[in-house]
């Protein structure tokens, strides 16, 4: 439980507060024009917010290396042919 306190309570950043105040913004006025699909899309917004969490997951978006891990390349080895 301690992990998700911390998630919710830490690293906000601009992107983050602008995807809560949209999520919440396209909330009320989905409640208002009574459109369920509208709360659902909404939803998402608030709930990634205040998760902290985006659509790839952790990691989603780094390249994997040769050896199937993100991170820097391995070293290659290289012979010479005559």
Same mark, same amino acid.
């Given at each position: 439980?301690?992990?998700?306190?911390?998630?919710? =309570?830490?690293?906000?950043?601009? @992107?983050?507060?602008?995807?809560? $105040?949209? &999520?919440?913004?396209?909330?009320?006025?989905?409640?208002?024009?009574?459109?369920?699909?509208?709360? =659902?899309?909404?939803?998402?917004? @608030?709930?990634?917010?205040?998760? $902290?969490? &985006?659509?790839?997951?952790?990691?989603?978006?780094?390249?994997?290396?040769?050896?199937?891990?993100?991170?820097?390349?391995?070293?290659?080895?290289?012979?010479?042919?005559?």
């Amino acid at each position: 439980m301690n992990t998700l306190k911390q998630r919710i =309570f830490t690293n906000w950043n601009l @992107v983050r507060v602008i995807r809560l $105040g949209l &999520g919440v913004w396209l909330l009320v006025m989905s409640v208002q024009a009574k459109d369920m699909a509208m709360a =659902f899309f909404s939803a998402f917004f @608030v709930a990634t917010a205040i998760g $902290g969490i &985006g659509c790839c997951g952790v990691n989603g978006c780094a390249v994997p290396n040769g050896n199937g891990t993100a991170g820097p390349p391995n070293e290659i080895d290289y012979e010479e042919i005559k």
